[in-house]
T-cell receptor
Framework: GAVVSQHPSWVICKSGTSVKIECRSL??????MFWYRQFPKQSLMLMAT?????????EQGVEKDKFLINHASLTLSTLTVTSAHPEDSSFYIC????????????????FGEGSRLTVL | AQKVTQAQTEISVVEKEDVTLDCVYE???????LFWYKQPPSGELVFLIR??????QNEISGRYSWNFQKSTSSFNFTITASQVVDSAVYFC????????????FGAGTILRVKS
């Protein structure tokens, strides 16, 4: 099956620094990538949708300036947590949907392994 | 509005027992997809199944089976003869065309299988 890879798998940073997380589709072109956030023992909450070559669409309540998303190519999307604070500590997961893959308009979604961010 | 409810927060069973995880969904769209994902302690999401709204056939894959009933808006997941390796968090999710096909996840059910 298709592979989506996230890097880094885990990162620890000091408060106030910025952290970049990469999401790559390794064997298909991802026209759309989604970024989710998961707090401990909670479900996944969609943060934003990014389409290659255009601005990301953020869900209500998600700070655009805090969580910068770039989808510069069909195989790479990045999430940058700017001026991270302890409350940003979370598990971030990306998913990718390829053009023409899967059933109908949905296209199958493939998830990355997740990136655990800890802000001290 | 789209919503997925997994009423069971946590289930504990003994190995070899059968276990059913419940999932109830809400949507006004007639075209939608339902999913089940497994999240082991390592964190990655493992895709288990996708079912579209026009296919109510139940499905069996090894020890896994799914019961999709539109009349009750449910998409339940049964593991037969559970094993310790089945211990994980299981998420039911809904994708609706009207909502841009984004996935809406349920709260998840923690399954603990004891030996």
């Amino acid at each position: 099956g298709a592979v989506v890879s996230q890097h880094p798998s885990w990162v620890i940073c000091k408060s106030g620094t910025s952290v970049k997380i990469e999401c790559r589709s390794l064997d298909f072109q991802a026209t759309t990538m989604f970024w989710y956030r998961q707090f401990p023992k909670q479900s996944l909450m969609l943060m934003a949708t990014s389409n290659e070559g255009s601005k990301a669409t953020y869900e209500q309540g998600v700070e655009k300036d805090k969580f910068l998303i770039n989808h510069a190519s069909l195989t790479l999307s990045t999430l940058t947590v700017t001026s991270a604070h302890p409350e940003d500590s979370s598990f971030y997961i990306c998913s990718a949907r390829g053009a023409g893959r899967g059933l109908g308009n949905t296209g199958e979604l493939f998830f990355g392994e997740g990136s655990r961010l800890t802000v001290l | 509005a789209q919503k997925v409810t997994q009423a069971q927060t946590e289930i504990s069973v003994v190995e070899k027992e059968d276990v059913t995880l419940d999932c109830v969904y809400e949507t006004r769209d007639t075209t939608y997809y339902l999913f089940w994902y497994k999240q082991p302690p390592s964190g990655e999401l493992v895709f288990l199944i996708r079912r579209n709204s026009f296919d109510e056939q139940n499905e069996i894959s090894g020890r896994y089976s799914w019961n999709f009933q539109k009349s009750t808006s449910s998409f339940n997941f049964t593991i037969t003869a559970s094993q310790v390796v089945d211990s994980a968090v299981y998420f039911c999710a809904l994708s609706v065309r009207e909502y841009g096909n984004k996935l809406v996840f349920g709260a998840g059910t923690i399954l603990r299988v004891k030996s």
